[in-house]
């Protein structure tokens, strides 16, 4: 029986969607830089607004591109030493935190310059939530996979939840990203946005691209056949885990 082509994607097509996830990124992360460069005016740190210029950017290249490459390096280098992959891994998130820390002074000092509220908009009450979820997944992720003694029970334990809720957080990161987009196009061009002008459609482009960043590197880490592949240790620590959760289940056979 000849199975379909398109029944499932061949490792060697793996590439191919890497450098799209990073065509897209970094895209996105150049858009934000001519938005907020060319048609808001620059970037500067003195209270006024070319400072907020530096937020979008920060949360951009923080909580979108290096959050996005963070997630696909189990995939990049999925054939390397795990414990050099969880560095990698913990140290491109690490980077993104401070760019979203910078990003996030900018903005709260710009709003106290200028003596506007804080946290009023649904964008703000996301993000805040986004990046405080982000700092323990982070904070977590490190004590649980890189510190040592960590008993592999608990490990095997968290790392089903640190599976899902980092990519929840990359995905409540760009529709955060969405929101806020929306809510500088209303802000700054309100009496020209629905007439097509530049930096509208140009911001419009721009989440698009989030978008479709944010679905190719989804679709990467879930595809089964693209996942790391167990090494003999951590097989038999597996085995080994479940052989003892199977031991203490109620259903198991008694008296064994």
């Not at 897209?24 to 048609?39: E, I, N, R």
């Not at 200028?114 to 996301?126: D, R």
Request: charged share 10%.
């Amino acid at each position: 029986m000849e199975s379909s082509p398109l029944e499932e994607h061949r490792p060697g097509l793996l590439p191919w969607f890497i450098a799209a996830t990073q065509i897209l990124g970094l895209a996105a992360v150049v858009m934000t830089g001519v938005w907020m460069g060319h048609y808001e005016g620059g970037f500067a740190w003195d209270g006024g607004s070319l400072q907020f210029n530096v937020h979008p950017l920060c949360m951009v290249v923080g909580m979108i591109f290096l959050y996005g490459d963070s997630i696909l390096v189990y995939r990049v280098f999925k054939h390397e030493n795990k414990t050099t992959v969880k560095i990698l891994h913990t140290a491109i998130h690490l980077i993104g935190l401070v760019a979203t820390i910078i990003g996030l002074v900018a903005v709260f000092q710009y709003h106290s310059a200028q003596n506007i509220p804080n946290m009023y908009s649904l964008h703000s009450w996301c993000g805040l939530i986004t990046v405080i979820l982000f700092c323990t997944q982070w904070v977590l992720g490190l004590v649980f996979f890189l510190f040592p003694g960590v008993a592999y029970s608990f490990r095997a334990s968290y790392r089903p939840l640190h599976v899902f809720f980092g990519l929840a957080l990359f995905i409540l990161a760009i529709g955060t990203c969405l929101l806020g987009i929306t809510e500088k196009l209303l802000f700054s061009i309100s009496d020209t946005y629905s007439k097509f002008a530049p930096a509208g459609v140009m911001a419009n482009v721009l989440g698009l691209v989030l978008v479709g960043f944010g679905l190719t590197v989804g679709y990467v880490v879930t595809r089964s056949e693209w996942k790391r592949a167990a090494s003999p240790e951590e097989e038999a620590l597996s085995m080994h885990f479940k052989t003892l959760t199977e031991r203490d289940s109620p259903d198991s056979a008694q008296g064994s």
